[in-house]
């Protein structure tokens, strides 16, 4: 990427503005795109800290474990308005609506590229993707064939990851990997440390298998890692596994089918704030078809939520344990209206097991003033959904209770309104600036679910 031209720079693909490849130049967002080669001349080892490279995130590291991470504000430890998916997979804790950062295995090597869109993308992506989309796309088994073996060694951080990349067959491609750490505590102002160095291991599996107009992949990881004991409270342990399988089958010139589906396993126990175990289950199917200058997409969505949560010295979670579904549907349709001008105008519908039903609209209009400039604006409605959190929350853990959840939180709504401009400044610069206006609404009325 280092040695691209500005005019091929333009041209890198993204796929997470519309799903589906596009340039980027083209792209009626504000999307940023983080290579892989970046990430790894800067030795980057961890998932936040190679979200620092992407000037449309805020990234602020609390321990030597927790991040805080949003695009547009509203940023914390318990962020909620950012959507996270890695290879189609949506990093989701329905705990709270946000991500744990420190459950998230990182292999460098493995990274095509990180696409960050700052803004909201409720009608492609779903609730949640209010202020922001980070989609992690990693590289095809078939592209990192043979032996890899790399370290880091330092006075606060140590890494090991070994790779192995191989063919079955002619259509078959396959890469395993093994991954250690050990990182050490913060360092306090006054002296000591603060407790929260950790170590663990992760594993994977890739395996990609084309034939012809069908093409699928399988993505499996598991993952352990710990901190030190603390007095009375004890360590904060961490284990998870997950499996992800993707079809795909090309119909014709003119339209095309995937499906993608994925459980995922995660178990937290954090005797000082909660202990939580949670298991996803969630499938996609989407159809797309272009006719004429238009490019339709539709699809359908369902997941499911098992969360059970033991009550820490702080809080806890009642009912302990939940059963959440959502459903979702959505359309889109990309039209070219000039060969300057593209209207891209798209509609979710997606109910969620607090407030119901909530639609997602969202309109696009990019316009290409010259080959070295453009232009586009956008209208959308986000919406950021309950989560356990905000209605399942009792604090103490003992009546009588300070906190108390209940009906009352409703869905918090974003109506934004955005304008962007990309610009070609020469053969060694180039612009992109975006004007935005968020008017959230936590006041919605609660409906029935």
Known sequence: MADLSLEQLANVVVTSVSRRDQPLFEAAASVYVVTGDEIRRLGVTTLPEALRLAPNLQVAAIDARQYAISARGFNGNIANKLLVLVDGRTIYSPLFSGVFWDAQDFVPSDIDRIEVISGPAGATWGTNAVNGVINVVTLSAAKTQGPSVSTTLGNLEKTVVGRYG??????????????????????????????????????????????????????????????????????????????????????????????????????????????????????????????????????????????????????????????????????????????????????????????????????????????????????????????????????????????????????????????????????DASLSATAFLHDYDVSVASRPS
């Open 166 to 427: 191989f063919t079955v067959s002619d259509d078959i491609a396959v890469r395993a990997h093994v991954k250690t750490f050990e990182r050490d505590a913060s360092q306090l102002r006054g002296g000591g440390d603060a407790g929260d160095a950790a170590k663990g291991t992760a594993a994977g599996v890739r395996a990609d298998w084309v034939r012809g107009v069908d093409a699928v992949t399988l993505n499996a990881g598991v993952y352990k890692s710990d901190t030190d004991e603390r007095p009375v409270i004890g360590a904060v342990e961490l284990s998870g596994s997950n499996v992800t399988g993707r079809w795909s089958r090309q119909l014709g010139e003119a339209s095309n089918f995937d499906v993608q589906a994925y459980f995922d396993r995660t178990e937290r126990t954090d005797r000082f704030l909660l202990q939580e175990d949670a298991e996803i289950f969630d499938v996609e199917a989407k159809y797309r078809h272009t006719i004429g200058s238009h490019r339709w997409l539709t699809g359908l969505g369902y997941r499911r939520a098992t969360a059970s949560s033991q009550p820490g010295l702080l809080f806890a979670f009642f009912p302990a344990e939940q059963q959440l579904s959502w459903y979702s549907a959505f359309v889109q349709d990309e039209v070219t209206v000039t060969d300057k001008l593209a209207l891209t105008v798209g509609l979710r519908m997606e109910h969620n097991p607090y407030s119901g039903w909530e639609p997602l609209p969202s309109v696009r209009l990019g316009y290409a003033l010259k080959a070295d400039s453009y232009i586009w604006t956008a209208l959308s409605r986000a919406v950021r959904s309950p989560a356990r959190f905000d209605r399942e929350i009792f604090a103490p853990t003992e009546p009588p209770f300070i906190i108390a959840g209940g009906p009352n939180f409703t869905s918090e709504v974003a109506n934004v309104a955005e304008l962007g401009y990309r610009v070609k400044l020469g053969a």
